[in-house]
């Protein structure tokens, strides 16, 4: 199996994004790049957990941040600035964990097509 990328002739692979809030499509390549799942792959779940996992790491590096900040001024700004970032990324991580209880519960898995 071959991962398809934009090798054909006009430059466009095997999938396009219709980008909503700007009423675009995207055909991705350089910074515009992008990796489709879909969740009757058998790799999706795995994928999305692991997504899932590094948001929460980088949740927990801000945590800790806040908290030295905390440590060496009670009212710190920075530390408000660490926590909200923090809980902005721990609701991210949890709607990603959704997703991948969406994909664990596809019940016929295949191969990427």
Do not use: C
Request: zero cysteines; charged letters at 35%.
């Amino acid at each position: 199996m071959k991962l398809d990328r934009n090798i054909n002739p006009d430059g466009k692979g095997k999938y396009a994004l219709i980008n909503l809030r700007k009423n675009i499509v995207e055909w991705g390549g350089g910074d515009g790049q992008f990796f489709v799942i879909k969740y009757k792959d058998i790799f999706a779940a795995p994928a999305l957990k692991a997504y899932a996992n590094a948001v929460f790491k980088a949740v927990l590096e801000k945590r800790r941040i806040a908290d030295r900040y905390r440590k060496r001024n009670k009212t710190s700004e920075m530390a408000k600035t660490f926590d909200l970032a923090a809980d902005e990324l721990e609701e991210y991580g949890n709607e990603i964990m959704n997703e991948y209880r969406a994909a664990l519960a596809i019940k016929t898995k295949h191969t990427p097509d």
